[in-house]
């Protein structure tokens, strides 16, 4: 098998710079669950609810930073490449400190500095029209609201063949900061098992598809992932 890792990332790699992960705690935004501001039944019956809360997340999105574990996968991929090792990551986050922290990252569930309109499809990234009172129209078509390019629930996520692909083809899989719950991005774990891929699982939480063929270390991401990154290597280095 050629060498290949695969990493998937969830809230838990985020959380450490400020982004909540709306798990525990019954997953409440202003008394609602989050779930009832992330359909597209909501933005069409209340589109100045959910805007709201999309703001809400930008603002958060516009003054965070990356963390350690951001800057551990980015070290990770630079290194990997030095010794011809592919590497793809795989993010259920919507933010794009990955990016910033020099990563390229298959986002899945979309992206929240990306505006998308419904009407004519017109993409734009923006992070200086944060308003949350004010839609952004489009301006290709003129449409009133722009919608967040983000993967709602009962969306399809984005590049689903592809992942599956890579991952199916991976021989180190790594998966962080996720709670294993959210398919399909929660069924990539046992794809890389069943494709005789190494498996590594890291989480504040255990997750709940966790099984004893992977290796486990529990902990924030932030803290955990440096050290286990540099595992990584070293056994890729052999």
Not at 33 to 38: P, S
Not at 67 to 79: K, S, T
Not at 111 to 140: I, N, Q, T
Request: hydrophobic share 40%; glycine share 8%.
């Amino acid at each position: 098998m050629d060498l290949r890792v695969v990493v998937l990332t969830g809230a838990g790699v985020s959380a450490d710079s400020g982004h909540p992960t709306f798990r525990g705690h019954g997953g409440l935004w202003e008394g609602r669950a989050v779930a009832e501001v992330a359909t597209p039944e909501a933005w069409a019956r209340d589109p100045e609810l959910v805007w709201r809360f999309y703001q809400e997340r930008r603002q958060l999105l516009a003054s965070s930073s990356p963390n350690p574990a951001h800057f551990a996968l980015a070290d990770l991929e630079e290194r990997l490449g030095e010794l011809g090792v592919a590497f793809s990551l795989v993010t259920q986050n919507v933010d794009d400190l990955h990016a910033r922290a020099g990563s390229a990252a298959i986002h899945i569930h979309g992206e929240l500095s990306v505006l998308r309109c419904e009407v004519c499809g017109e993409k734009v990234r923006d992070l200086d029209h944060l308003d949350p009172a004010a839609f952004f129209p489009c301006p290709e078509c003129g449409h009133r609201a722009m919608r967040p390019d983000v993967v709602w629930f009962g969306e399809m996520p984005n590049r689903v063949e592809d992942v599956f692909r890579q991952v199916g083809n991976a021989s180190h899989f790594l998966s962080v900061g996720t709670s294993g719950t959210v398919y399909p991005a929660a069924g990539l774990l046992q794809l890389a098992r069943d494709a005789g891929a190494k498996t590594f699982v890291s989480s504040l939480d255990e997750p709940e598809n966790l099984s004893m063929d992977d290796a486990y270390f529990p902990g924030r991401a932030a803290e955990v992932l440096p050290e286990l990154c540099e595992l990584i290597l070293r056994q890729l280095s052999r």
